[in-house]
């Protein structure tokens, strides 16, 4: 249904968590190298439960990957660092919902590169982000409401 791509991701719990979601969803999850874990981590398979064999799994190397597979306007940067609200989009099915690594997000870089693909959560400015695990959760839901498939 839809694609989610972990550029650099650090936390094996989140992928896991974001693997079981895809799987869920009948998504596709995209892990864009290096990781800070391997695809054996204990903890990685605890939080992707006996679903992770399920998973429809692609590995990369880069983001450019991504971006020579799917229509750029169809690949969404999941920031703090943009304005729009992920609920202003209107989403199909295959999109692409690219969220950056737990410590530091997508670099910006990235983002002043595609300047109308950026989409956040607004959140209080007390904290300075959400869970990786709950904002692909919070993007991926919105998605499927809006094009109306209840599994």
């Not at 450019?64 to 989009?89: G, H, N």
């Not at 007390?126 to 991926?140: D, E, F, G, T, Y």
Request: hydrophobic share 40%.
């Amino acid at each position: 249904m839809f694609h989610i791509v972990l550029f650099e991701p650090e936390i094996p719990q989140n992928t896991g968590n974001i693997g079981r979601l895809c799987v869920g969803t009948e998504s596709t999850l995209h892990l864009i190298q290096p990781m800070r874990f391997i695809l054996t981590d204990k903890a990685l398979k605890r939080a992707g439960l006996d679903y992770w064999p399920n998973l429809n799994l692609q590995i990369h190397n880069s983001i450019e990957e991504i971006y020579a597979m799917f229509p750029q306007e169809r690949i969404f940067l999941a920031s703090t660092k943009v304005k729009k609200c992920y609920w202003d989009i209107k989403y199909q099915k295959d999109d692409v919902f690219v969220f950056g690594p737990e410590s530091r997000g997508l670099p910006i870089e990235l983002l002043n590169k595609y300047p109308e693909q950026g989409i956040r959560i607004p959140m209080s400015n007390k904290i300075r982000s959400i869970n990786l695990a709950n904002s692909v959760a919070i993007i991926m839901y919105e998605a499927v409401r809006q094009i109306n498939c209840f599994f």
